[in-house]
């Protein structure tokens, strides 16, 4: 069920906090629960996929449903969240890079990408398209709000990088921010985890089509070397974490 | 109504085939129709949206619509297929650039957004995301095979660029294609066509991010001066459509 597909994920799981029972099991057939109603959420829509849809894939009686939730929308709430989490683990991921705004432009789609495209994390962008206007307004309003946030880090880095002469100032900075989320979100139409195309090789080839476009001094080959030197101080940061 | 916001469109406004009556006013009132459809069916979703708040949006009677379709389906249908319209259009665009790869990649680019992110189309990538799942399966297969056919057409120039060692091969193609795909839609979850940046420069910034990733020998600045050939070539091309 759970075939995480890259080493990053698995090295550092994020912490959910689902109204799961505490046990170990239980936390488990929650996420269980979560992964498989936003496969359906992403495949049928919100108003497409009943609670009976979801305890029938999972393998539960509907009643089951109701010790880890007690409506749709809070499973729908749930499936979003989990992707957000995606977000706010990037972000403090690429805050150690934030003495370099080339390197932490490079942090910030491999990161993203890595984080997030991933099978309990793939559906989100999906269902927060289709369906986020289906949540609560309190909760839309939440989740819009780590979206916006996530958006202005994006900026930041751009802006960053156009002061101190680095990135390219002749595209808009509001366009840039939006093509590169363009850039790093475009997997949700495409990708499978588990496929030949690993979640790695979709970050850095990501990564190295961004920089190519903000950053003129890593033009053709030469920007891989940069992506790969921030790839492996990713990959040595997540290997620290795993430790601790 | 009609606030075209960009020339080209204005210049050669697409050919609608939906089963309006031939008359002028008839045939201006169907295109209101499916336009107000879109707006609705993107923000409410098409189960969110019935043939009543159509129609009072239009403001016409309910029974008034069925001169033009049969069904809500029919509808979604004909919002759909307004935005396929839109991607023949550049198809045959490009045409015009087949023996440079890079110029055909700009115009790809840039035709893609010109002709797209206009308010009579602006609502298909959303409405297509979420909502083909409604389509009948005949005409849902028919859209998906145009989608296809264009990010075929993508693929080719991306691969007769490679060949041709004008192209970084450093990328996966099939990773550049999507991602570059994801560059030129990116606009249909910010754009507001009428707002301060009109398609002309959103197209052109997404041209010049797209060309300095895979193609070097335009690094920086040098890239907008062979964008704005390009884009200037498409004017003359676009004008010349006008007046035959």
Known sequence: MKSRTNEVAAARPSQRRGRAPKTGNGERRFEDIVLIAGELFSERGFNGTSLNDIADAVGVLKGSLYHYISSKEDLLYEVIKV???????NMRLCDHFASSPAEQLIAFCYGHIVLNAVPDRIHRGIVIIQDAKHLAPDKREQIFAERDA?????????????????????????????????????????YKPGGPITPHDLARDSAAFVIASLHPQSPGQERFALV???VAQIQALQEKAGKD
């Open 150 to 190: 996530y958006q202005a880090y994006l900026r930041s880095i751009i802006s960053r990088g156009i002061a101190a002469n680095i990135f390219d100032a002749g595209i808009d900075q509001r366009i840039s921010s939006f093509t590169i989320l363009g850039v790093i979100t475009s997997y949700i139409r495409w």
């Open 83 to 89: 992707g957000s989490e995606g977000l706010a683990e």
């Open 228 to 230: 790969d030197r921030v």
